[in-house]
């Protein structure tokens, strides 16, 4: 129900009253932007006076020339939210498992020096990478991610910072997967940790790359990590913390997988590229050629005497790809 004043005219004669009007197919914010003179009333005798209730229905033509805001659009991406608002902060638990390690170890190495890098963490989490980076010196660092649960858990490791480098770091909740323009002077870097394997097709990968690329400043780069395409010829990981199930081959043709973690019984939906579908990609949204990192194991790892990694290194579970914007 919504309560405006309205100028009403009978034959001869003219009414200035509030009326109280019900049953529009909007709701409240809408109808603060919203003409009533261009509604269409019932025609059906009515009592006039304060607080006169009339039924009404807008021209359905009327929407069409309207200011009135439609439900927001969302990506593909956007359906597996879900998934991540319900591992939040359980996802620390993934980032310890022995796949965890390599995934930080070989990230580490591929960032480098980030003394003074203006930073956009892309797909962020619970921002393992957003504190690691202004923890080594970065000016400022922007976490975006879809989960509100992975939000949730950045900004509870945000507070438990010194001032000094959480007042550095600023997160978000938006959808990674449309077209996203964070700051219009953009980034040094971008970071994307599993944040391309999200692309539901390839439309979509070309999105997020046109994401990376508005984003970032003339000569900056982007660094990312995605799945390995060759991991499947070993489905179980599971010394390593870690199973991969095949579910089906898209039209496009990568593949669509389950990951589950033993660490916390975490499991998520993925995709899996061979390099080219990125290649392709990253070329078509208008960034530089792509070059592959290699992977890196945990630093004196005694496990690698061992024979702990033996499997992992003929088909490790990531790659790391980095691309640089036109200066």
Not at 28 to 52: Q, R, V
Not at 116 to 134: E, F, N, Y
Not at 297 to 315: A, I, N, T
Request: hydrophobic fraction near 40%.
């Amino acid at each position: 129900m919504f309560t405006a004043p309205l100028r009403f005219f009978r034959p001869s004669v003219e009414y200035n009253l509030t009326i109280r009007i019900e049953a529009l197919p909007l709701d409240k914010n809408s109808l603060d932007s919203t003409d009533l003179k261009s509604a269409h009333f019932d025609p059906d005798p009515i009592e006039l006076g304060d607080n006169t209730i009339l039924h009404s229905y807008l021209d359905p033509l009327y929407r069409e020339k309207s200011p009135v805001p439609r439900s927001p659009a969302r990506s593909p991406l956007h359906k597996m939210s879900t998934q991540y608002d319900q591992i939040g902060t359980r996802h620390k638990s993934l980032e310890d498992s022995p796949v965890g390690e390599v995934d930080f170890e070989s990230t580490l190495k591929a960032l480098g020096n980030v003394s003074g890098l203006k930073v956009l963490d892309l797909a962020c989490g619970i921002g393992r990478w957003s504190k690691w980076l202004v923890n080594n010196g970065a000016k400022e660092v922007v976490g975006i991610d879809i989960s509100e649960g992975m939000i949730k858990g950045a900004k509870e490791m945000q507070a438990a910072l010194s001032y000094e480098l959480a007042q550095k770091l600023a997160f978000g909740v938006k959808d990674c997967g449309l077209p996203l323009t964070v700051e219009e002077d953009g980034f040094d870097l971008v970071l994307g940790a599993w944040y391309l394997s999200n692309a539901s097709d390839h439309k979509g990968l070309v999105t997020m790359f046109r994401n990376i690329l508005v984003n970032l400043r003339p000569g900056g780069r982007f660094l990312g990590i995605v799945p390995n395409a060759f991991v499947p010829m070993f489905s179980s990981y599971e010394i390593y913390g870690l199973r991969m199930d095949m579910n089906e081959q898209a039209a496009e043709g990568h593949w669509r997988c389950t990951l589950s973690y033993k660490a916390d019984n975490i499991v998520f939906k993925t995709n899996i590229r061979l390099h080219g579908l990125y290649e392709k990609a990253a070329k078509e949204a208008g960034l530089g050629e792509i070059r592959w990192r290699p992977y890196v194991l945990p630093k004196g790892d005694q496990r690698e005497e061992q024979g702990f990694w033996d499997e992992f290194k003929l088909r490790p579970h990531l790659c790391l790809l980095e691309c640089y914007k036109a200066a």
